[in-house]
């Protein structure tokens, strides 16, 4: 499990210094990547080309794992993530991503799923529910 969770903190790492230190290493050829407002990558030549490209519009500026949970061939990570873009616009939100694991170590299949970090409690003021009157976020 202590290797599962290298790669896992190599692959955070990568984003946090910008640097491709060995996406071929992490991915298998063929691994799917699912981000959780909706974009999918397939392969690790996609997975790369999509790290590569993003790094140049912003910059991930914190991606803290919380804690992992590991059951046979898949690993759950919960973390905390945040980024600038060069536009101005930030993001920031808690978030957990579903893994499972090729027999060599490397990730075949890597979902995220993200939750809202501003939270509240609609029935604060009474028994009706009174949301707020905004978009939602993308997850």
Known sequence: MLDRE???RQWFHMWLQQE???ISGVFT???VYIESWGPEYHGSAAIQHWFEEWNTRGRVLQWDIRQFF???DQTV???YFRDAMNDGAAEAFDGISLIQWASDGRI???QEFG???DRYDPYAHGDAPVFRAE????F
């Open 115 to 117: 939750c809202n970090e």
């Open 70 to 72: 590991h059951a046979g």
């Open 77 to 79: 990570v919960e973390w």
């Open 108 to 110: 075949c299949r890597l």
């Open 135 to 138: 978009k939602p976020m993308w």
């Open 20 to 22: 491709d230190t060995g």
């Open 6 to 8: 290298a790669v896992v």
């Open 29 to 31: 050829g063929d691994a």
